[in-house]
């Protein structure tokens, strides 16, 4: 799989995707993630990407043309799945994307900035919109660090022990049950006694009955749905 980030900020996007999980799975070659400075495609002497919105108004809006390029580039060379663009006003993005996602093999996420992108971008070249979550925050980096982040470790072979990922809260609609390591006691807070039964149908057993009762306390939003509110 190749994840192509079109960012006005490369620095930004620098640490998420050296560490942990992404890094590893970027090692083992499962995928290949592309950082691309929208200034490399601009022709203006100052290398600005932004300008003034039409009719007036505070703040500035991102030009078409260096987008346009970029993406007409990238598109030269391969056939992409999705272009994204990260925004608030997108769909809300889940685990049901995420696993969605994870089976595409190009994928360019547009990162915004400033007032945003100007429309015709949205409406001409991409192809799907994420928000991840009702808040604004100032730039596109940090929704498409989590994208990636969330779609990489579905990608099969990125996570040592699978079942790892398969038992993660959404991933069947219910949150994940709650988890203990050593020690069993610490100052009189104590592990629950079926986890040390080494009785593994009935630990599992316990541990769906935690996810539920967690999920209908927690999230009863999720239960009887498919993941899409
Ligand atoms: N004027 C825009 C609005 O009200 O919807 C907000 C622009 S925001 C300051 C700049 C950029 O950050 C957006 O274009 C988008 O790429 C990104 N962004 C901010 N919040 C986001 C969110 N919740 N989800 C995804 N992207 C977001």
């Given at each position: 799989?190749?994840?192509?980030?079109?960012?006005?900020?490369?620095?930004?996007?620098?640490?998420?995707?050296?560490?942990?999980?992404?890094?590893?799975?970027?090692?083992?070659?499962?995928?290949?993630?592309?950082?691309?400075?929208?200034?490399?495609?601009?022709?203006?002497?100052?290398?600005?990407?932004?300008?003034?919105?039409?009719?007036?108004?505070?703040?500035?809006?991102?030009?078409?043309?260096?987008?346009?390029?970029?993406?007409?580039?990238?598109?030269?060379?391969?056939?992409?799945?999705?272009?994204?663009?990260?925004?608030?006003?997108?769909?809300?993005?889940?685990q049901?994307?995420?696993?969605?996602?994870?089976?595409?093999?190009?994928?360019?996420?547009?990162?915004?900035?400033?007032?945003?992108?100007?429309?015709?971008?949205?409406?001409?070249?991409?192809?799907?919109?994420?928000?991840?979550?009702?808040?604004?925050?100032?730039?596109?980096?940090?929704?498409?660090?989590?994208?990636?982040?969330?779609?990489?470790?579905?990608?099969?072979?990125?996570?040592?022990?699978?079942?790892?990922?398969?038992s993660d809260s959404f991933q069947d609609d219910l949150l994940a049950p709650p988890v203990y390591?050593?020690?069993?006691?610490?100052?009189?807070?104590?592990?629950p006694?079926?986890l040390?039964?080494?009785?593994?149908?009935?630990?599992e057993n316990w541990r769906h009955e935690q996810s539920e009762e967690r999920t209908s306390r927690l999230r009863p939003d999720l239960f009887?749905?498919?993941g899409?509110?």
């Amino acid at each position: 799989m190749r994840i192509d980030i079109i960012t006005v900020l490369p620095e930004l996007l620098e640490s998420p995707f050296n560490h942990s999980i992404v890094k590893r799975a970027k090692d083992k070659k499962l995928v290949e993630i592309n950082i691309i400075n929208l200034r490399d495609f601009t022709n203006d002497k100052y290398k600005s990407v932004d300008d003034y919105a039409f009719g007036g108004g505070a703040g500035m809006v991102m030009m078409i043309e260096p987008i346009y390029k970029a993406i007409e580039k990238l598109k030269s060379e391969r056939h992409y799945d999705e272009i994204i663009y990260t925004s608030p006003d997108g769909e809300k993005f889940n685990q049901k994307m995420a696993n969605q996602l994870s089976l595409k093999n190009n994928i360019i996420i547009l990162a915004g900035h400033y007032k945003g992108v100007d429309q015709r971008i949205r409406d001409n070249l991409i192809t799907r919109e994420i928000s991840i979550g009702d808040y604004v925050l100032s730039g596109g980096e940090l929704p498409a660090a989590a994208i990636t982040d969330a779609i990489v470790r579905l990608i099969p072979g990125a996570i040592s022990d699978e079942q790892s990922a398969l038992s993660d809260s959404f991933q069947d609609d219910l949150l994940a049950p709650p988890v203990y390591t050593r020690p069993a006691d610490f100052n009189g807070w104590k592990v629950p006694e079926i986890l040390l039964s080494g009785h593994t149908a009935k630990i599992e057993n316990w541990r769906h009955e935690q996810s539920e009762e967690r999920t209908s306390r927690l999230r009863p939003d999720l239960f009887g749905n498919d993941g899409e509110k």
